[in-house]
């Protein structure tokens, strides 16, 4: 039961413009919600996080919005970088417990 | 944040083998868990590493199959037990450092033949 979903297994983008990852979820009880970026040979890297009191949250060029109606979340990244080449997953936590519920990652390629 | 150290980063094993992965953190985190994540599939939680008492599994794993030892707060260890080719998969253990606070070791990637 895939209870997070990230429906793009990957995306292509030019430099120096937007790239939107997107994330659905299905169960209700998720209240906070992470986004990790992987290299090959790596373990997932921290990279940006919501709570659902909120609707946005921004790091320099990653923004995370929460849409908690829709049960989706999408991360964008503004100005795309060749560095931004990576596998990126994004996460779900409930409110009552410590497992991580992991969509199966969008395999993000910035084209210089 | 914490750091995670996880040994080794790969491995190719014979059927019927037990392989053990370590993962060392370099400060105390509150909990560590253990995931795998298969060919094609999103990593999926095994179990959690309970300091000093046995870890807590989730549906589908058990203790026979990949026991799990977290003797202090820094360390802890996952064995992959009587192994098929049904394991080969990234296996990945992950530190909580304070509220939401996650960090991921690098990965194992098992390989049984």
């Known amino acids: 039961d895939q209870q997070v979903k990230q429906n793009s297994p990957s995306l292509s983008v030019q430099e120096g413009r937007i790239s939107i990852l997107n994330c659905d979820y299905t169960?209700?009880?998720?209240?906070?919600f992470l986004w990790y970026k992987k290299y090959p040979a790596e373990g997932p890297t921290f990279l940006i996080s919501i709570s659902s009191i909120k609707d946005k949250n921004e790091d320099g060029r990653f923004t995370v919005f929460l849409n908690k109606s829709a049960k989706h979340l999408s991360l964008h990244i503004v100005p795309s970088q060749p560095g931004d080449s990576a596998v990126y997953f994004c996460?779900?936590?409930?409110?009552?417990?410590?497992?991580?519920?992991f969509g199966t990652g969008t395999s993000l390629t910035v084209i210089p | 944040s914490a750091v995670i150290s996880q040994k080794p980063s790969r491995d190719i094993c014979q059927r019927g083998t037990s392989l053990t992965i370590q993962c060392q953190v370099d400060?105390?985190?509150?909990?560590m868990f253990w995931y795998r994540q298969q060919p094609g599939q999103s990593l999926t939680l095994i179990a959690t590493?309970?300091?000093?008492?046995?870890?807590?599994?989730e549906s589908g794993f058990v203790i026979d199959k990949f026991p799990i030892s977290r003797p202090n707060l820094t360390f802890s260890t996952l064995t992959v037990s009587n192994m098929s080719p049904e394991d080969s998969s990234i296996y990945l253990c992950?530190?909580?450092?304070?509220?939401?606070?996650?960090?991921f070791g690098s990965g194992t990637r098992l390989t049984v033949v």
């Open positions: 590493a309970n300091q000093g008492s046995e870890a807590t599994y």
């Open positions: 400060s105390q985190v509150t909990m």
């Open positions: 992950s530190g909580r450092d304070g509220n939401y606070g996650y960090t």
């Open positions: 996460a779900a936590l409930k409110n009552t417990g410590n497992q991580f519920y």
């Open positions: 169960n209700s009880m998720f209240d906070y």
